[in-house]
DNA sequence: ATCCCGAATGGAACCGGTTCCATACTGCCC
DNA sequence: GGGCAGTATGGAACCGGTTCCATTCGGGAT
């Protein structure tokens, strides 16, 4: 409703004057610039970002895309992006993608190309070749979260060593039989998380002189995921792992929930960890590593924005930052039974 | 970089030609059109959606108002929402807002005011008459989940009958103490949803001719909420009631997992039912009344898109859509141990 | 043959800001 | 006293679309 050149009129200026004085660009005389204040104050005038964005490139928001809203470490991450956000005076546009879909050519092809953000945050999303260039072309920085992309700044924890620590911890409290549950790579989340904590956990196990020959099983990456492989697995006592080492704390959790119907106790008959730090891992009493998701989703506005300030060469933007995890450890891990063999 | 004054040019008409043929308004020619498309699709040209809305007044872009992404209700109606906006053709620029605060404000003041969406959805939170009032100034038409706002739209369930029914389920099972755990009004969720779960728990208490006296505890709506209250009332056996009404299944399954780890058994020493038809009800076989967050995040939707379409009177759009809760009984609710007293 | 109407198209104004350029005034230095 | 740098302001172009208005053309009715 009220444009600027309303303001203007009021305040008895030209716009370009009032522009200068509400934008805080160019001189403007303290005088002036209080009375324009004053002006659009009075009228109650807003800024149409519209306008601002059509000759200045920038429109204050950024783009996010995710897989899942719902699992922890997703909605974790974006509670805090749109915080940082909104600290930043950014809008936040989200766009909610299942790794494979046409959704998500439409989402690229028609939504991304409009060029209504300023840059975006991309959390673990394995973005193709293409989709990368396509956001270059647009001269829109790219920032990702939770597993490298080529070419991008990205922000994670190293998910090898994180799965190496915990089997790690395991092997040290003197188990050999321990079973790994995580991610299938055929999971919608087509990252590479799932196949770096499975070889974090083989190069441990090795290392110990251990096999891993059947000592894997996929599910989803949620509570009744593990409790279906939990209930599956650990019912015969004699094929039973002494420990179970989950990519997840819903998975641990799920599998700690199955245990306990089955009259296992844990850690006596079975120790657990899981990798996380989900607010559940008290109450279950679980030991975990601790990732800090919001603390990545942090980071990673931080890095866009500075990328935003001043453009860097691709080259160079092209690092990862690893963050670390740290284990805590509960009660849901202990030595096995009978530590030298029956 | 690409107008559609370099597309009208490679295709040799006026821009007014080429922006009929590319929108599809007015009238062109099915040659010119072809020509026009041809062209456009040949410079890859993309149309900048801010000089569009420049002129229209219209963004594409949906605002969604939620005060929590990670609780279950909240995640689900979000993802939902985002993906009916995109079918849509639009976007979803997401603001989290815990209930009262100076972002709060911010976000009302700074963001909603410029006007970068077409309409607002308001998801379990109260909004204040002059929040209400500005959007209507503004033009902009607002459709709410989970509870009623003044003169507005809202899709929920009718939260004093279902606590009615669910406390019903468990009067009807023979129970007579009967304790129920919901939120606290203070709660950052300052909505009328734990007042009404708790009208409609006492209205049924007190037609079946029982007293409500000290039969309600607050806390988190989470998991560990519920696991705090319940370890905390269910310990001693000789003031432990037989039956619990949770005010959401996150708490009902807090309330089992105590149980369990007290020795209590489920459904026998202790029924337990929920609201909502979290995933993870099954795999603790709660009872518990579903409602279907992303039905109602469709119908919001539609709803809104629908008063963008035909604008209504304001009277008229003032209405309630109340959606039907379904009981799902599973083995968390049974008839209580000594049916007719010790 | 004349008139009228609808289809097709081009020119230009417009949406609401930002920014370039020109102009004017001030004070300071040589 | 003339020139110059720095501050303050206004006018106008511009961003990239949409839409109003005018013009042209072809065909059917009179």
Redesign the interface.
């Known amino acids: 409703m009220r444009s600027i050149a309303d303001v203007a009129r009021l305040a008895g200026v030209a716009k370009a004057t009032a522009s200068r004085a509400l934008s805080g660009r160019g001189y403007v005389s303290e005088e002036t610039r209080s009375k324009v204040v004053a002006a659009a104050k009075e009228i109650g005038y ?6 601002a ?2 000759v200045t490139g920038r ?1 204050k ?1 950024i783009g996010v895309i995710i897989p899942f ?2 699992r ?1 470490f997703f ?2 991450v ?2 805090s992006l ?2 940082a956000l ?1 600290e930043e ?1 950014y ?6 993608l299942p790794a494979a879909s046409k ?1 998500r050519d ?2 690229f092809e ?2 991304l ?4 953000f300023d840059g975006v945050i991309s959390v673990g999303v394995a973005l193709s070749d293409a989709e990368v260039d396509l956001l270059h072309r647009l001269g829109r920085p790219l920032v990702g979260i939770g597993g490298p992309i080529r070419g991008v700044h990205t922000i994670a924890i190293d998910d090898v060593a994180s799965a190496r620590l915990a089997t790690e911890h395991l092997l040290s409290l003197g188990h050999k039989d321990i079973l790994h549950i995580g991610g299938s790579e055929a999971d919608e989340m087509d990252f590479k998380v799932h196949s770096n904590r499975r070889t974090g956990f083989a190069s441990a196990m090795n290392e110990a002189g251990l096999s891993t020959e059947g000592s894997f099983y996929a599910c989803e990456f ?3 995921g593990g ?1 279906g492989v939990g209930l599956a697995v650990l019912g015969d006592p004699r094929t039973r792992p002494t420990a179970v080492f989950a990519a997840s704390d819903e998975i641990a959790i ?1 599998v700690i ?1 199955a245990a ?1 119907e089955l009259g296992i106790q844990v850690p006596a008959d079975l120790s657990v960890i899981g990798i996380d730090g989900h ?2 891992a ?3 009493r679980l030991t975990t590593l601790e990732q800090h998701p919001r603390r990545q989703a942090r980071l990673a506005v931080v890095s866009l924005l500075a990328e935003l300030e001043s453009p860097t060469d691709t080259d160079e933007a092209n690092h990862l930052t690893v963050l670390p995890v740290n284990l805590v450890v509960r009660s849901s891990t202990s030595g096995p039974r009978q530590p030298l063999g029956a």
């Open positions: 807003v800024a149409s970002p519209n306008a964005s059509l429109t928001s809203i719902s922890w909605s974790e974006l509670e749109e915080q909104l005076g809008d936040m546009t989200l766009y909610n959704e439409s989402v028609y939504f190309a409009r060029k209504r949620t509570l009744p409790y799920g929930v306990r607010p559940y008290q109450m279950f």
